[in-house]
């Protein structure tokens, strides 16, 4: 089955900061996703770029997806002690998702 | 965007009896709803895919017998834990795709405690 995987890291970074995460997948997908997920709380979808797309901007997050090394990255600017959370991406194939491990972010104020 | 709800938020059973959770779409019909698994700090796990009216496809190792789900309307699909063991102690979050729509609308998740 198909897995996006980031980057086994936790980030504790200023309030102010960027905050960068990294996945990497094996398969060909459709699209990769990002979704973000408070402690013992469901998922919020955070973006998506599709797989010919190379960069998608959505407020403060910026997604970039290379296909030809199997990764994407998530960057949030300027973070807020709010964007303290679990950050997950996942890529689609065959109609389903596959979740990578997940980047938990502490944005200290 | 589209809300999806889970019944209950919390559950603890004792060990052998069943526990069934329920995933509504409140908004929208869904065509499609899936059940994830995931364990504390883990990633989520996908157990099975359900289409309306239709037997729910299980990933490989999830025993379909334990784990029953039903998705009789297009707006609420159940999971039923048969025989509960502490082992299956976990969150377990549903989500929902309606349409020709990609996006998959989360519910808030139920955590299960077997005691």
């Known amino acids: 089955s198909q897995q996006g995987e980031e980057d086994p890291q936790a980030l504790s970074i200023q309030e102010g900061e960027n905050a960068t995460m990294n996945c990497s997948y094996k398969t060909s997908i459709n699209n990769l996703q990002w979704y973000r997920q408070n402690s013992g709380r469901g998922l919020v979808h955070l973006i998506l770029?599709?797989?010919?797309?190379r960069e998608k901007h959505s407020g403060r997050l910026r997604v970039t997806l290379d296909t030809s090394k199997k990764s994407s990255s998530l960057l949030i600017t300027a973070s807020r002690a709010a964007d303290t959370a679990s950050y997950f991406c996942a890529t689609e194939g065959n109609n389903r998702l596959a979740f990578g491990k997940g980047n938990q972010v502490v944005v200290i104020p | 965007g589209a809300v999806v709800s889970q019944h209950p938020s919390r559950v603890i059973c004792k060990s052998g009896t069943s526990v069934k959770i329920e995933c509504r779409s409140l908004?929208?019909?869904?065509?499609?709803m899936f059940w994830y698994r995931q364990f504390p700090k883990k990633s989520l796990m996908l157990m099975a895919t359900?289409?309306?009216?239709?037997?729910?496809?299980?990933e490989q190792g999830v025993e379909k017998d334990k784990f029953l789900i039903n998705h009789a309307s297009l707006t609420l699909s159940t999971l039923t834990v048969t025989s509960a063991h502490p082992e299956d102690s976990s969150f377990y979050i549903c989500?929902?795709?309606?349409?020709?729509?990609?996006?998959?609308?989360f519910g808030p998740g139920t955590r299960l405690t077997v005691t």
């Open positions: 770029i599709r797989s010919n797309e």
């Open positions: 989500s929902a795709k309606g349409g020709r729509s990609y996006e998959q609308y």
């Open positions: 908004d929208f019909q869904a065509t499609t």
């Open positions: 359900s289409n309306e009216g239709s037997k729910a496809t299980y």
